[in-house]
């Protein structure tokens, strides 16, 4: 894969990933009430999910998706309920103390990157995307399987990068503003996460098209 080809995958993705999707608010949620140690293991939770997804794909397993509606609606149903249950997880969730969110432990840590990966691995939209776009960059008279591994490490450090971003304005957020406006931002999120559980629902394999 030459520099140019790469360069410009480097653009196009990370002109996707900066938008608040789910993966995104998590990152705001963690750094914002955890601090960015747990942030951190969200963050790899979600860059794991970003390899295993574009290894799925190189192995076929976008074109399976694709072609199954029952597997199809079986992800996507439980993709969609697995983001409500977040939302209605972050509604929920007291607002912290700067000095108590600061000492994280090693639950918070697990259960971030659990989260992070769940979502990642749940949402059938993320297959489909690489699915469709990945292909665009390969080159079939180079090796595959090396071009995969190259765009897949690339795709899961800018998804840091952005997740990092977004855990930073978190914690920014949280040093700056009282406890009611961050119990503001969490329920803020949540109503995000349950507005595209419900996108989520409503997605047909035939937009992706």
């Not at 653009?11 to 900066?18: D, K, L, P, R």
């Not at 776009?133 to 080159?139: A, D």
Request: charged content about 10%; hydrophobic content about 55%.
């Amino acid at each position: 894969m030459d520099a140019s080809t790469l360069f410009l995958y480097v653009i196009a993705v990370s002109a996707v990933m900066m938008t608040p999707g789910p993966s995104m608010l998590l990152a705001l949620s963690n750094g914002a009430s955890h601090g960015m140690r747990v942030a951190s293991f969200g963050m790899a939770g979600a860059a794991l999910s970003d390899l295993l997804l574009i290894g799925a794909v190189g192995c076929g397993l976008g074109a399976l998706l694709q072609a199954s509606e029952q597997l199809f609606s079986l992800v996507k149903w439980a993709g969609a309920a697995y983001l409500l249950y977040l939302a209605w997880v972050l509604w929920r969730a007291p607002t912290r103390s700067l000095s108590e969110a600061s000492v994280p432990s090693a639950a918070r840590g697990r259960s971030a990157f659990l989260r992070a990966l769940s979502v990642g691995l749940s949402n059938p939209k993320g297959l489909l995307f690489f699915s469709a776009f990945l292909p665009q960059f390969i080159r079939p008279a180079e090796p595959v399987a090396q071009q995969y591994v190259i765009l897949a490490v690339t795709s899961a450090l800018i998804d840091c990068v952005m997740m990092s971003l977004y855990a930073l304005g978190g914690r920014h957020a949280m040093r700056r503003f009282s406890a009611r406006v961050m119990q503001w931002i969490n329920r803020s999120c949540a109503g995000i996460l349950a507005m595209l559980s419900l996108g989520l629902a409503l997605y047909r394999r035939s937009e992706s098209r």
